[in-house]
């Protein structure tokens, strides 16, 4: 039997990634942040002093990429976010990157992989796809708190114009733009707690296997 893959897209701050380790713990499943393996690239063109504006480099960076050694902890960091949705829009390092990301979603019994393209790109045939969003405000709100309960500083309005500015440029891209997949499931969690929306998606996956 295949592995059994569970596409997980949204934007910014909607809530994915702990969606997508709580679902991965409760299926005995591996996970995958995409998101980390852009930041990543970004990381390491960052680190090198290289630009962010060179295709060709970037690809050479993406293809020698070893998602083993992703570190969340690193790469959370705002800035690279920044760089990361610069570099994801040239299709030279989309491509080395879903290459990857493919590979990684044939591991067994099963993977959760969480990103933007995932329904619509990497795992087309995925049988169970979710789009989890929540209003721009929610977002920004969460991202606030999160921020501010860490002991940190953040100003709401600059959070929210970032979280507006990176929808803007996921969702404006020519190669494979932030949108849901035909056949996703639409989870908006504006107003539901990650307990309701955890309870949903193991409905739907249940539903499916
Ligand atoms: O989700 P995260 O904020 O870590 O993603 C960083 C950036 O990487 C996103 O803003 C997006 O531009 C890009 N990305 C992407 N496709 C994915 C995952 C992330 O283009 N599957």
């Not at 960052?46 to 060709?56: K, Y």
């Not at 992703?70 to 990361?84: F, N, P």
């Not at 969460?142 to 959070?159: L, M, N, P, Q, T």
């Not at 733009?177 to 639409?186: G, Q, S, T």
């Amino acid at each position: 039997t295949p592995s059994f893959i569970i596409a997980i897209d949204g934007p910014a701050a909607a809530g994915k990634g702990t969606l997508s380790r709580l679902i991965a713990a409760e299926y005995g499943f591996h996970h995958l942040d995409t998101g980390l393996t852009y930041r990543a690239v970004a990381k390491a063109l960052l680190d090198a002093g290289l630009p962010l504006d060179d295709e060709a480099v970037a690809e050479k960076t993406a293809l020698e990429l070893d998602l083993a050694g992703l570190d969340r902890s690193v790469l959370a960091q705002h800035h690279i976010g920044e760089a990361a949705s610069k570099i994801a829009v040239m299709p030279a390092v989309r491509r080395a990157l879903v290459e990857a990301q493919r590979r990684f979603s044939a591991k067994l019994p099963g993977t959760v992989l969480d990103g933007r393209d995932i329904g619509t790109v990497v795992c087309p045939a995925a049988p169970v796809k979710l789009f989890v969003t929540a209003s721009p405000e929610v977002r920004a709100r969460r991202r606030y708190d999160e921020i501010v309960s860490g002991g940190g500083k953040a100003v709401f309005d600059e959070i929210f114009a970032d979280v507006k500015k990176r929808d803007e440029r996921d969702m404006g891209r020519a190669d494979s733009p932030l949108k849901p997949a035909d056949d996703a499931h639409l989870l908006d969690t504006s107003e539901m707690s990650i307990e309701a929306a955890f309870r949903a998606a193991r409905e739907l996956i249940d539903a499916a296997r």
